[in-house]
């Protein structure tokens, strides 16, 4: 059974910092691209970031030089470092898995986590 769990979410001030984490089992997934999704309230799910199996990696413009991401294949663990939050970072934070030709389309991801929501207060 594929599992993806994310955590590490919460409130945070702004210009704070938060890591989520996303542990994954149940298939192998050393082969395959991880990304991070977002969704405000109201609003569709956006790209965040994505690493490839060759960890390759991408960001949206808006959180370039704030955000990491990156994997433990061994742990089968993936993160999300976020540093200088912003209010307009607050949303739930999903993380997927797939290959994708295009590392922020969504619908190219096959396995999606439940979520974890991350609120940065001004």
């Known amino acids: 059974q594929v599992q993806?769990?994310?955590?590490?979410g919460g409130l945070v001030q702004t210009g704070g910092s938060?890591?989520?984490s996303c542990a994954y089992s149940g298939h192998t997934f050393t082969h395959y691209t991880m990304g991070w999704f977002r969704q405000a309230p109201g609003?569709?799910?956006d790209?965040?970031?994505a690493q490839t199996?060759?960890?390759a990696t991408d960001y949206t413009?808006?959180?370039?030089?704030?955000?990491t991401i990156s994997r433990d294949n061994t742990s089968n663990i993936l993160y999300l470092q976020m540093?200088?939050?912003?209010?307009?970072?607050t949303a739930i934070y999903y993380c997927a898995a797939g290959v994708p030709r295009s590392l922020d389309?969504?619908?190219?991801y096959v396995y999606w986590g439940q979520g974890t929501q991350v609120t940065v207060s001004s």
């Open 4 to 8: 993806l769990v994310e955590s590490g």
């Open 18 to 20: 938060l890591r989520l």
């Open 43 to 45: 609003e569709q799910r």
């Open 47 to 49: 790209f965040v970031a």
């Open 53 to 55: 199996m060759y960890g």
């Open 61 to 67: 413009n808006s959180v370039k030089g704030r955000f």
């Open 83 to 89: 540093n200088s939050l912003k209010p307009e970072d």
């Open 105 to 108: 389309r969504e619908t190219e």
